[in-house]
């Protein structure tokens, strides 16, 4: 045997090895700094791009298992999957428990997936010298350095550079597995964490392995048992991660995927039904991720191949990558749209296209010299330049910078430390950001974090009980499309009631603002900030005694005493104690008396709420139970019962009852409710409209009033349930003096097929007040905003040509007849007399009081009072306060009084 031996050639095989490995490991060290160097230097402020609130989110999940013991966003509870990355969030818990943070693991992320990237493309490349795959390898580094977008979502922190890499790594291993018939443990653990990269990654690799083991079994080298076996063990690590989420979590899609309405089984429906719509939207989204990833790449390398033959393995191998492209290509046709920028989730079609294009490209450096083949190269080179000029694109703006998110949390920090608010509980939908540190609880109006909430949200009438009465943040913040979508919520005059705004921004005035929402809004609730207010006095004598069990737990019985001593009490008189207390559930944890405080409170709740909420955090379906109570809870509120017969019977005002359906309002005031005999179109709206005395409305859901149709809401976000047959449907407004009651149904296209009218009266006010936020900061062309305190929407319009203030008042409607007006506002100590006027846009001047000098209430504090008679009735009109001079004044407060 030793005869046999060739010494030389065994020197020479090693040298080449090592050589190997060296040419490896260089190509993967010059793609990852050549990327990561220029390719992002391209951008004007590369840490726009570094650390995305969104890849965040995960690493809170990892944070609060362990500084609280399960996996969720806050403290406090609940159990939350928000992220769709199984791998990322175990990479996140092993960072976090080396102590590496975000920042740190992010950019060891990205540059060691870059690495591995470069070592793929010189791997692929085999067959060729060393150094003509290193050009290949330059190749793919100019290509990358200049996709923008790809470039972005790598090095974003989420998840995007684990699926750039292991996706295509597992196309290698795979087709290694076709050539070699063999499972390696390395093969079984790089198909298995490309499986989990994202929850969805399934979708590409189940059929990319049936097509392995297809091809494996057609070569007669393996029987169909062992390829049976073959298959098990490259998915035992995704059916080990489906089987512990599933056991963890109680289901097998997270919870982004319901905040998202992702539905496959909805989306595969809407494809095999054909419809237009969702079809030409897909397109739009299919367009978009092949267009801004370059998966036209592929196009001249496949013209390359008609030109060669390639080898039964490189066929394989090249059919597998195309089946992946298909697959990437059917993606947003099964899973459709989802937030941010929808090319993100397509990113990894990008390495799959150099790779097809770099085995294309290797066949030109084994040709002989053959003219027709060599005319062949400037064609490929001149189509790949051609297409490379398309990967120019303006990249999706994303948030944010590390110094921007610090500023943004310690913002909300200093109004808590300012008002002694312990675990501050944060409305927002950035959830990455505010539970990233820790500080605060979260109800998470993205519903990534708060899966209860993204339940609840399919009813609005129950959204604005539930966000309003039951949770209540300390703090909310809402801005753009997220102000929007809870436009209901936000623009209810009890929001003002509730909550004082720290901050707003409105692009509209105030009247056509009941159709809108603000741009940005920054409010602190009014129970915790006033020092006076008696649940803030209960939860700073919390505070005071947290290391004292027995004092905490008489605190807590004295307050559900006094509950229980009130008679027919609702919900909303319960509930500023499981918010207060709520925020300790860590502190009661440590010193074992959450039991008896959750035996406390279920005293005055026998729904279940306080068992639901404060045991969230090892109930992996609270968030399903607590949607089921939120109803009961929403009933007893308004109509004082949690059963609809005895609701409809002693507590509630049959205002219709049609043929079709039947209407009833809550003597409560402030509910409604729809009978219908059938289920109505999901497509479909329903309006109400209230016609009051004096109207100070804000649209809730299906109102209208004469100048208005909100017909935004469609019938699925007013579905109740079901009792006795008939369809309930929900609704919640918050009006006076109500004169007359109009219900219309319509179609998707908006169609009245059915309209209800009726008179009635009730609650009759004649005096109504509003305040204004006591503050005004003047910004760009003379504008400045003016927002309510309490139910008065106001807009400060600076006009500096003619140097004049007009306030716009609130919009509602004043009947004919006698009034007594006064304006409250605040100012320096100067003599300019004052004039005061409602105007309104289609009649001028109503009502008008000329140079009459105010009365002084106190520093720097002014009243004006006049009275005005109305002849008919006035609506859409505006209070103006003029005077000459640069100073303005600060209106604090208008009371109209009816004479």
Known sequence: MLKNLNFNTF?????????????????????????????????????????????????????????????????????VEGYSTPFLFINHVIAYGLGISYQQYTDFQTYISLFFLGCLFFYISEGISFWARGVLVGFSVFIFCNSQIFLEWHG?????????????????????????????????????????????????????????????????????????????????????????????FSHIFPDSSRAQEISIGKQLYLLFTLDTSYIKSSMNLLQSIFYVNAAYLIIPALVLFAF???????????????????????????????????????????????????????????????????LIIPAFVMTSLVTFKQLSHEPYYICCNMDWIDAFTARFKGWADE???????????????????????????????SPDLGLINTNRALQGFYLGQLRRPDFIQAHSEWAQMYRHFLNHPDFFNYYKPNEVNYSQVSKDRLQGAPEMIYASAREIIDVNNPVKKFDLSLQDNLKNPDVLLKLINEQV???????????????????????????????????????????????????????????SRWDENMFEITKQLWLKEYFQTTDFNNALKDNAIKIFDANDYQLYISKNNGAGIIFSKKKLDEDANIFVRFMPKQERLIPAPWVITDKYEYNMNAIKEAYFGEHDGLY???????????????????????????????????????????????????????????????????????????????????????????????????????????????????????????????AQLGDKKWQIVYNVSLKEDVENFEFRVKYKGEKMASLEKVTIIRQ
């Open 11 to 79: 020197l020479s095989k090693i040298k080449e090895r090592k050589l190997y490995y060296l040419f490896l490991f260089f190509s993967g060290l010059f793609f990852a700094f050549s990327v990561h160097h220029w390719g992002y230097q391209l951008f004007t402020d590369p840490k726009i791009y570094s650390y995305v609130d969104d890849g965040m989110i995960t690493y809170s999940h990892a944070k609060n298992l362990y500084e609280y013991g399960f996996i969720g966003v806050s403290p406090s509870g609940g159990i």
């Open 728 to 854: 309930v449907y929900s609704f919640y407004y918050t009006t006076h003096d109500i004169m007359d009651i109009k219900v219309a149904l319509s179609t998707k296209d908006g169609e009245v097929i059915n309209i209800q009218h009726s008179n009635y009266l009730i609650n009759p006010q004649d005096s109504l007040s509003y305040n204004l936020l006591n503050n005004h900061t003047e910004t760009g062309n003379h504008k400045t905003n003016y927002y309510s305190d309490d139910s008065f929407n106001g807009y400060l319009e600076v006009n500096a040509s003619t140097d004049k203030y007009a306030l716009y008042g609130p919009y509602i409607r004043m009947k004919a007849g006698n009034y007594k007006i006064k304006l409250n506002y605040l100012a320096d100590d100067y003599t300019d007399k004052f004039y005061a006027d409602i105007f309104s846009s289609e009649k001028g001047i109503i009502a008008q009081n000329d140079g009459f000098k105010p």
């Open 561 to 619: 005493a006094l509950v229980l001593n009130k008679q027919n009490y609702k919900p909303s008189d319960w509930a500023y104690i499981s918010r207060q207390v709520f925020r300790y559930v860590p502190e009661f944890r440590k010193l074992n008396i959450l039991d008896k405080v959750v035996e406390t409170l279920s005293k005055i709740d026998d729904n279940g709420y306080h068992k639901t909420l404060f045991y969230s955090y090892k109930n």
């Open 308 to 374: 060669v033959k390639l080898s039964d393995n490189e066929n394989a191998f090249i059919f597998l990558l195309l089946i992946a492209t298909v697959l990437i290509f059917f993606h947003p046709f099964i899973f459709h749209a989802s937030r941010l920028d929808p090319s993100r989730y397509g990113s990894q079609v990008l390495p799959i296209a150099i790779m097809v294009v770099i085995i294309a490209a290797k066949q030109i450096f084994v040709w002989s010299y053959d003219l027709k083949k060599i």
């Open 419 to 449: 008002n002694r608010i312990y675990r501050a509980t944060i409305s927002n939908p950035d959830l990455g950001i505010v539970s990233y540190k820790k500080w605060y609880n979260i109800v998470d109006l993205g519903c990534l974090g």
């Open 156 to 248: 974003s922190g989420m998840e995007n550079a684990l699926t750039n890499l292991f996706i295509p790594w597992a196309i290698v291993v795979l087709y290694n597995y076709i050539k070699t018939n063999k499972v390696t443990i390395v093969g079984i653990i790089v198909v298995g964490l490309a499986s989990i990269t994202r929850v969805d990654s399934l979708y590409y690799i189940v059929p990319l392995l049936f097509i392995s083991l297809l091809f494996v079994y057609k070569q007669g080298n393996s029987t169909f048992k062992n390829i049976g076996i073959d298959g098990v063990k490259f998915m035992s690590i995704p059916i080990f991660s489906l089987v512990t989420r599933y056991i963890y």
